[in-house]
C-alpha cells in the first residue's frame, strides 16, 4: 500500500510519510519513519485534493465532511499551506481532537495557521478569506454558504442514515468537484457497527449536474472489497470534454 501510495501521489521523497508524535500514534517503523495504518490513503487523498482542488480556483474553499483526527489535512499541509481555506464540517467531540492534532502538528512545521471555530453562524465567502481552516459542527451546515470548490469525504457517509445523507449532499449539490471513498455494498439489509443499514454509494443523491471522471476499488481497504473511490466533476467545468 504505501509503496502504491507514494507512486501515485507523487511526493518529493519518502520522507513525507513519517506521522507526527503526536498524541499517541501507533503504526511501524520504515526507514525511522512512523507509518499509521491509514498513512498510504492519507497520502493518496492529500494528492488529489492537491490535483483538483486548484483545477479551478486559486485559492479553492474545500470542504471536509467528517475529518476526524486531520490525518488528510496532515498531509496536505506538509506540501502546501496558504493558498486554501479547508473548512470541517463534524460532530462537535471530533472536532476537539481535529483542532488539537492540527495545532500540534503545525508547531512541527513553524506555520501559524489562521483556524477559525464558528459554532453557530454564517460561513460566508468572506470569512473564508480571513481563514486557513474553519471548523464548524455538523448542526451548522445549512449556514455554509460560501463557494464550495471541492468536497471530501472518507467512509463518514456509508455510516449515515438517509435523512443525514440527504442534508449534506445539498451542500455536496453545490460543489465543483465532489471526491469520496465509500462503501458500495449492494445488499441493502447489510447494516453497520451502529446498527443503521449501509446505504450503497453507487445510490447517493448525487446531482446530475456532475459528470462521474472516475470510479473505481479503493486501493487501501484490499480485505473489503466493497469500498470503492468516485471523483465527479461539474459538466460546466469540464465543457465539451464531459459530452464525449
Given at each position: 500500500d504505501l509503496e502504491r501510495s507514494t507512486e501515485l501521489?507523487?511526493?518529493?521523497?519518502?520522507s513525507y510519510v513519517d506521522f507526527p508524535n503526536i498524541g499517541n500514534p501507533y503504526g511501524i517503523f520504515f526507514n525511522s519513519f512512523l507509518i499509521h495504518p491509514d498513512t498510504p490513503k492519507f497520502l493518496y487523498h492529500a494528492y488529489i485534493l492537491r490535483k483538483w482542488g486548484f483545477k479551478f480556483s486559486s485559492r479553492p474553499n474545500i470542504l471536509e465532511i467528517g475529518g476526524g483526527f486531520g490525518g488528510t489535512l496532515l498531509y496536505l499541509l506538509k506540501v502546501m499551506t496558504g493558498n486554501y481555506c479547508y473548512i470541517n464540517c463534524d460532530l462537535p467531540v471530533t472536532l476537539v481532537i481535529f483542532y488539537a492534532f492540527i495545532h500540534e502538528f503545525s508547531k512541527t512545521l513553524s506555520i501559524n495557521l489562521?483556524?477559525?471555530?464558528?459554532?453557530?453562524?454564517?460561513i460566508s465567502n468572506q470569512i473564508c478569506q480571513q481563514y486557513d481552516i474553519i471548523l464548524t459542527p455538523s448542526s451548522n451546515k445549512e449556514n455554509i454558504t460560501c463557494d464550495i470548490n471541492m468536497v471530501y469525504n472518507s467512509n463518514s457517509f456509508s455510516e449515515m442514515s438517509t435523512p443525514e445523507i440527504d442534508g449534506y449532499f445539498k451542500l455536496v449539490n453545490r460543489a465543483g468537484i465532489f471526491f469520496h471513498q465509500n462503501s458500495n455494498q449492494l445488499a441493502m439489509d447489510v447494516v453497520d457497527l451502529y446498527g443503521s443499514p449501509e446505504i450503497p454509494a453507487d445510490l447517493f443523491p448525487v446531482s446530475d449536474a456532475f459528470f462521474e471522471v472516475h470510479k473505481s476499488v479503493s486501493a487501501w481497504y484490499s480485505?473489503?472489497?466493497?469500498?470503492?473511490?468516485?471523483?465527479?466533476?461539474?459538466?460546466?467545468?469540464?465543457?465539451?470534454?464531459?459530452?464525449?
Open positions: 501521489s507523487n511526493y518529493p521523497d519518502i489562521r483556524v477559525g471555530v464558528i459554532a453557530a453562524s454564517e480485505k473489503s472489497e466493497k469500498i470503492r473511490e468516485y471523483l465527479y466533476v461539474k459538466r460546466d467545468l469540464l465543457g465539451n470534454w464531459a459530452e464525449k
